[in-house]
């Protein structure tokens, strides 16, 4: 059986900027490692690569060297062959756009590419009409739906090919925001062009949900409900959004819209921290975690909260965290589950089958969650 060939592109820095809370990694890669942000692409590749492992002697990778590929994929043993070359100092846009360009003109069937929305931009811009592309999660907030729900499903979707499954292709929209804007509080996504993707089951995510949310009675029942049940001494962790930022307000808080604050006692004791700095905050003091859904797409860890890493949600316990969301956001889903993908594939299989969702004054959903797949 000939050897099915299957590209693979690495954006090294992609979701840098996540656990710095730096909304994004755009042109902030030094800002980010000069506050102690390690790579994180690589390991969420490994993650989707780990599901090919099996089927290692009916592939041969297409890649591009170093980091962007090569040096992972000679790690696991996979066989590939490297195109093209790179030069000194950081990858770039231009470093992905030309890779795509080699993958293709050496007959890659699948295309597989790790990043976030600015990556998906690149791909696109460089793809041919057609090529199917599947992208490996690894930015911060990701709006595209060119990406698998986690790494792990990237990876399944991918075996499934390989293995000769039916899998249809779809187009998938290619959106970004403006990163600059985002880290001023505002939110404005545009839409870049579209992707042939691989589409099955609920393996890929769907494209983020615009808006702001509306319905400002729930939260104001949801704050009078949450002011009433305070623990004192007890640290609660407000992950970012407007149902987040709007229970905050409700409450007379001042918090950051895209950021992860903390409240002890009725007070906001740190706004907007990094990973290590919430960690440090939670590490062995009684914590609570409120995070929301992203409407129409499900996730509730793993998608712009990455300073809500592994170890603060271990930190804090799973049984502490608790979803805030109206019925009206829920119904978006369509009966999807909520998401997580904190990039410990163990961590997420710990998670329960359904979470508890705060909709109203004392209305608690039971609501299902999946881990990656």
Same mark, same amino acid.
């Given at each position: %059986?000939?050897?099915?060939? %299957?590209?693979?592109?690495?954006?090294?820095?992609? +979701?840098?900027?996540?656990?710095? /809370? !730096?909304?994004?990694?755009?042109?902030?890669?030094?800002?980010?490692?000069?506050? +102690?942000?390690?790579?994180?692409? /690589?390991?969420?590749?490994?993650?989707?690569?780990?599901?090919?492992?099996?089927?290692?002697?009916?592939?041969?990778?297409?890649?591009?060297?170093?980091?962007?590929?090569?040096? !992972?994929?000679?790690?696991?043993?996979?066989?590939?062959?490297?195109?093209?070359?790179?030069?000194?100092?950081?990858?770039?846009?231009?470093?992905?756009?030309?890779?795509?360009?080699?993958?293709?003109?050496?007959?890659?069937?699948?295309?597989?590419?790790?990043?976030?929305?600015?990556?998906?931009?690149?791909?696109?811009?460089?793809?041919?009409?057609?090529?199917?592309?599947?992208?490996?999660?690894?930015?911060?907030?990701?709006?595209?739906?060119?990406?698998?729900?986690?790494?792990?499903?990237?990876?399944?979707?991918?075996? *499934?090919?390989?293995?000769? +499954?039916?899998?249809?292709?779809?187009?998938?929209?290619?959106?970004?925001?403006?990163? /600059?804007?985002?880290?001023?509080?505002?939110?404005?996504?545009?839409?870049?062009?579209?992707?042939?993707?691989?589409?099955?089951?609920?393996? %890929?995510?769907?494209?983020?949900?615009?808006?702001?949310?509306?319905?400002?009675?729930?939260?104001?029942?949801?704050?009078?409900?949450?002011?009433?049940?305070?623990?004192?001494?007890? *640290?609660?962790?407000?992950?970012?959004?407007?149902?987040?930022?709007?229970?905050?307000?409700?409450?007379?808080?001042?918090?950051?819209?895209?950021?992860?604050?903390?409240?002890?006692?009725?007070?906001?004791?740190?706004?907007?921290?990094?990973?290590?700095?919430?960690?440090?905050?939670?590490? +062995?003091?009684?914590?609570?975690?409120?995070?929301?859904?992203?409407?129409?797409?499900?996730? #509730? #860890?793993?998608?712009?909260?990455?300073?809500?890493?592994?170890?603060?949600? *271990?930190?804090?316990?799973?049984?502490?965290?608790?979803?805030?969301?109206?019925?009206?956001?829920?119904?978006?889903?369509?009966?999807?589950?909520?998401?997580?993908?904190?990039?410990?594939?163990?961590?997420?299989?710990?998670?329960?089958?359904?979470? *508890?969702?705060?909709?109203?004054?004392?209305?608690?959903?039971?609501?299902?969650?999946?881990?990656?797949?």
């Amino acid at each position: %059986m000939s050897a099915f060939h %299957m590209g693979l592109i690495i954006n090294p820095l992609a +979701g840098l900027g996540g656990t710095a /809370a !730096l909304k994004g990694s755009d042109g902030v890669a030094e800002q980010a490692l000069a506050l +102690g942000a390690e790579p994180r692409a /690589a390991e969420r590749t490994r993650i989707a690569l780990q599901c090919l492992l099996p089927l290692a002697e009916r592939l041969e990778f297409l890649t591009f060297p170093g980091a962007m590929g090569a040096d !992972l994929l000679a790690e696991l043993g996979f066989a590939h062959r490297v195109l093209g070359s790179l030069g000194d100092g950081p990858t770039s846009a231009a470093d992905t756009r030309r890779a795509v360009e080699a993958l293709q003109d050496a007959d890659c069937a699948l295309l597989l590419f790790a990043g976030g929305d600015g990556t998906a931009r690149d791909v696109c811009a460089a793809v041919r009409e057609g090529q199917p592309v599947l992208g490996i999660p690894a930015g911060v907030k990701i709006h595209s739906g060119v990406y698998a729900i986690s790494p792990r499903a990237a990876g399944a979707m991918a075996r *499934r090919l390989v293995e000769g +499954g039916l899998v249809r292709l779809a187009s998938g929209e290619v959106r970004d925001i403006d990163e /600059a804007a985002l880290r001023e509080g505002k939110v404005s996504a545009r839409w870049y062009g579209e992707l042939t993707v691989p589409e099955e089951g609920d393996f %890929m995510q769907h494209v983020k949900q615009a808006g702001v949310e509306s319905e400002e009675l729930v939260l104001v029942d949801i704050a009078d409900w949450l002011r009433n049940v305070w623990e004192d001494d007890v *640290r609660y962790v407000f992950g970012p959004g407007s149902t987040l930022q709007g229970l905050a307000d409700n409450l007379g808080l001042q918090t950051t819209l895209l950021g992860v604050d903390v409240i002890e006692n009725g007070e906001v004791i740190a706004r907007d921290v990094t990973e290590q700095q919430l960690f440090e905050l939670v590490d +062995g003091h009684p914590s609570r975690l409120l995070v929301t859904a992203i409407g129409g797409q499900g996730h #509730i #860890i793993g998608r712009g909260n990455q300073q809500i890493s592994p170890r603060v949600l *271990r930190a804090i316990g799973l049984d502490h965290l608790r979803v805030v969301a109206t019925k009206r956001k829920l119904g978006t889903l369509e009966g999807r589950a909520l998401l997580v993908d904190s990039g410990d594939p163990a961590l997420d299989d710990a998670f329960p089958d359904a979470v *508890r969702v705060w909709a109203g004054y004392k209305e608690e959903l039971l609501y299902p969650v999946r881990g990656s797949v």
